[in-house]
């Protein structure tokens, strides 16, 4: 090619870099100052390349390549060298393979060290050039000649042959620890340090990620924890001075999780009766024993025992018109879930139980859609000759415990509104209590809650007060029946020692401190099956209805049909009448009552007295609450 310069020799296949256009200076054979015409006319060579100081050997024909002075036989020879160019490596420079500098005759090249970098001073004392400083030289020859001595280098390479390392960027041999750094442009380029640099950055993007996510996390439980009070809460409102610290020490923040927006409001409340006109009549913050206002059947005393709350408010909201109805709330905030859950359990035995002065469980309510627990009764209060009904709902939502008691005079409000306007109230907290909010809030009858001394038996809620003192019910420890002190009305021609079941039990109730023979006696039987249970409850009605064909004394009423929903989706079924007996002169009255509740018996039988009785309705309420609580235990 034309365009090659016309001294040309081929040279080791390393990255070249720049190069001058100026073309290079062959020096002369004669010169004496190798180093100054290095410096002047002619690039420095490289290690092993034509143009190293020092003097060569003889030149020598290409023919013998034996005679070429290095050890290598694979001496590079351009295939494509043009005119101009010779094929005889040149005659002055001896071209060592193994990449050593031109040496003199008395030097052993095996006992002097290779040089470690390309650039550096050799063992005669002469510095190899820069690479900028290499001739230009066509890019297919270069590639050729680079390729080709690769290859051959890497096929004759001695193991225990030192390698050449590349200069580092810096352009000279790598600086120790310990010497110091002028310039930072001298600074060596690690290869490791990119890599050390990128995982750096990724550990940081990591750890900043993880931080959003730490800190969304903690914005989102934040606003689930309790909303504060806009004022003290351990101290009575304006309405209540006398009223209790209604916040407990074991508040750490010392605030109040139940703020008047989230008690009953005069909206929620019209609900109850849409066409009265509803206002607040008292705002309390924490309550007391003596304090006025208590919810049916949970007075102070009647939930001894269940978890401390941090914070109790109660509201009393009251209506205009004749037979005005009333409500009252109170709510009870507790510092965890569980232990709302626990004073839940509390609250609702004591509800099951209603041991409050004059009041009688009238109907147990099963409410569902309000919060995370619910339930409900309707209890009736006697106060002298005035008669009131009181619906009351018990709801946990997280850990705020509602009451809602409506009142109204000789006529109870239905459980579904009293439940409709729990849900009302529920909504409000849900979200700051941590709990259930509500769906359709709705009410059916059931039993009541749990309650009594003895479950599966009556409990003194469920029979009603008599007299004119009120008197209160209790009852004996149960037992196996006693034929002599159970021998009913006369009709039953059941054994109820002998009956076939696998257990039997027997319990009296007699009115506190009182000296009269009234009394109630109650039979619970556990039959092997839902139909042997049915069919012995059968048995003893039919045994009423054909008593006074055995009994020429016995005079037995008109059968009355009670039932209604047990627990457990157990249905409840059975009879009550009146049976009188004839000796002599004297008349005796008692009121029977029998009912099945799934393999469950209950047979009632009271005795009337001349001026203690119970009511027709009353007895039949009792007799069906009989039934509801067999079906409550196993």
Not at 41 to 70: K, N, Y
């Amino acid at each position: 090619m034309s365009d090659e310069p016309p001294a040309y020799r081929p040279r080791r296949a390393w990255r070249a870099e720049p190069v001058d256009d100026r073309e290079p200076t062959t020096p002369s054979e004669d010169s004496d100052d190798s180093t100054s015409t290095a410096a002047t006319d002619t690039p420095e060579a490289d290690d092993g390349e034509p143009g190293a100081g020092g003097p060569g050997p003889d030149p020598v024909s290409t023919d013998d390549p034996d005679a070429v002075g290095s050890d290598d036989p694979e001496a590079v020879v351009p295939e494509d060298a043009d005119a101009g160019v010779s094929d005889d490596p040149d005659p002055d420079v001896p071209d060592h393979a193994d990449g050593a500098e031109g040496t003199s005759p008395t030097t052993d090249d095996d006992d002097a060290p290779p040089p470690l970098y390309r650039d550096e001073t050799t063992a005669s004392g002469s510095e190899t050039p820069p690479e900028s400083a290499a001739p230009d030289r066509s890019d297919e020859t270069t590639i050729l000649s680079r390729a080709r001595e690769r290859k051959r280098a890497q096929a004759t390479r001695d193991s225990d042959e030192t390698t050449l390392l590349p200069r580092t960027a810096g352009g000279g041999r790598v600086r120790h620890r310990t010497e110091e750094v002028d310039d930072e442009d001298d600074l060596e380029i690690d290869p490791k340090a990119d890599r050390r640099r990128l995982l750096l950055l990724v550990g940081a993007v990591a750890v900043v990620a993880i931080l959003g996510l730490v800190a969304g996390y903690a914005i989102i439980t934040t606003t689930r924890q309790p909303i504060a009070a806009p004022g003290p809460s351990t101290t009575a409102g304006p309405t209540d001075p006398g009223a209790s610290p209604g916040t407990n020490p074991s508040d750490p923040a010392g605030t109040a999780l139940i703020t008047d927006a989230l008690m009953l409001s005069p909206s929620q409340a019209g609900t109850i009766d849409s066409k009265r006109t509803w206002k607040v009549a008292l705002t309390q913050r924490g309550t007391s024993a003596d304090s006025p206002n208590h919810p049916a059947c949970l007075a102070t005393e009647a939930t001894e025992g269940a978890p401390t709350p941090q914070q109790t408010v109660l509201r009393l909201l009251s209506s205009n018109g004749a037979d005005a109805p009333a409500a009252l709330h109170q709510a009870t905030s507790y510092p965890t879930t569980e232990e709302a859950a626990q004073a839940y359990a509390y609250a609702a035995r004591s509800l099951g139980d209603c041991a409050m002065t004059g009041g009688w469980i009238y109907e147990g309510h099963l409410i569902g859609g309000v919060g995370d627990q619910a339930v409900g009764v309707t209890v009736q209060v006697l106060d002298g000759s005035t008669t009131e009904f009181r619906t009351v709902a018990l709801t946990r939502t997280g850990r705020i415990l509602d009451v809602i008691d409506v009142a109204k005079p000789d006529k109870a409000v239905t459980a579904k509104r009293v439940a409709e306007v729990a849900g009302a109230v529920v909504d409000t907290q849900c979200q700051a209590a941590g709990g259930a909010c509500s769906d359709e809030p709705e009410a059916m009858d059931g039993p009541p809650p749990l309650g009594g001394d003895q479950p599966g038996f009556l409990a003194s809620g469920d029979l009603p007060p008599i007299g004119p003192d009120l008197a209160r019910w209790a009852g004996t420890t149960p037992g196996e029946p006693d034929p002599d002190l159970l021998r009913g009305s006369g009709c039953e021609t059941v054994d109820w020692s002998e009956v076939e079941a696998e257990s039997r039990s027997h319990r009296t109730y007699l009115l506190s401190d009182s000296s009269s023979r009234f009394g109630l006696d109650e039979v619970v039987i556990t039959a092997e099956s839902d139909k042997a249970a049915t069919k012995l409850a059968e048995k003893v009605r039919d045994d009423w209805k054909d008593c006074s064909k055995r009994q020429l004394t016995a005079t037995v009423g008109s059968l009355t049909d009670v039932s209604g929903p047990g627990a457990k989706s157990v249905d409840v079924t059975g009879w009550t009448t009146e049976v009188s007996q004839k000796a002599d002169a004297a008349t005796t009255k008692y009121r029977v009552g029998i009912v099945a509740a799934g393999p469950k018996v209950a047979f009632l039988f009271l005795n009337p007295q001349a001026d203690t009785d119970v009511t027709d309705d009353q007895f039949d309420v009792i007799t069906l609450r009989a039934g509801q609580r067999a079906s409550q235990v196993n």
